[in-house]
């Protein structure tokens, strides 16, 4: 009887610490499971092309830039700024057009350390027949045009430009026939600063 209420007591303690031992886990609510959608991957540019240069951002946009430039506003630079005139007449010999190639002669403004300044720009008349006439490429006491002279028998006018600014800068030009003394004029333009080289 004695070994028996041992036995019973010597369980219970092994059953008292089994349970002691055992830590109970906190409840953990049911939830169903969510989806939880991924980000879309960052666009990536595509691959360059053989035909690509690789060069730095700043030169591809530059060469971009002068690709896309209307012939009105690429710029010369001295030594080639040059404009050819040419007249249109009727049958009776009268001016109907003055022609100019390039109708608005852009001028290169140089760069920041090297800019151009008086740059000589030269009108040459291609039709015969024709000259410019006392007042020639008139820029009507406009000081950033220096130094108008004829030359080439009135076939050729010449202006130094200052090019010290950006802007549009209108002119005359005014031709004469010696033979039939009749007048035509025409009113274009110089664009200086222009940022894009010829």
């Known amino acids: 009887m004695k070994n028996r209420a041992l036995l019973s007591a ?7 610490a089994g349970c002691e031992s055992k830590k109970e886990e906190p409840v953990k609510p049911k939830v169903a499971d969510k989806v939880v959608p991924v980000p879309a991957p960052a666009p990536t540019p595509p691959p360059a092309s053989a035909a690509q240069d690789a060069k730095p951002a700043g030169v591809a946009q530059v060469a971009d830039t002068q690709k896309a430039a209307p012939a009105a506003m690429r710029g010369c630079k001295r030594g080639n700024c040059k404009i050819t005139v040419t007249v249109q007449t009727s049958p009776g010999g009268d001016c109907t057009r003055i022609m100019k190639v390039p109708e608005h002669r852009g001028v290169w403004a140089g760069t920041p350390s090297n800019p151009q300044r008086d ?9 015969p027949d024709w000259q410019f006439d006392a007042k020639g490429v008139d820029f009507a006491g406009n000081g950033k045009f220096r130094n108008g002279v004829a030359s080439n028998g009135k076939r050729t006018f010449t202006w130094t430009d200052v090019n010290d600014d950006t802007g549009q800068h209108n002119y005359a030009v005014n031709l004469v026939n010696p033979k039939t003394n009749k007048k035509c004029s025409a009113d274009p333009s110089i664009v200086n600063g222009v940022l894009v080289e010829d």
């Open 10 to 16: 010597i369980a219970l303690c092994f059953l008292v």
């Open 119 to 127: 740059v000589p720009i030269e009108w040459n008349l291609a039709t």
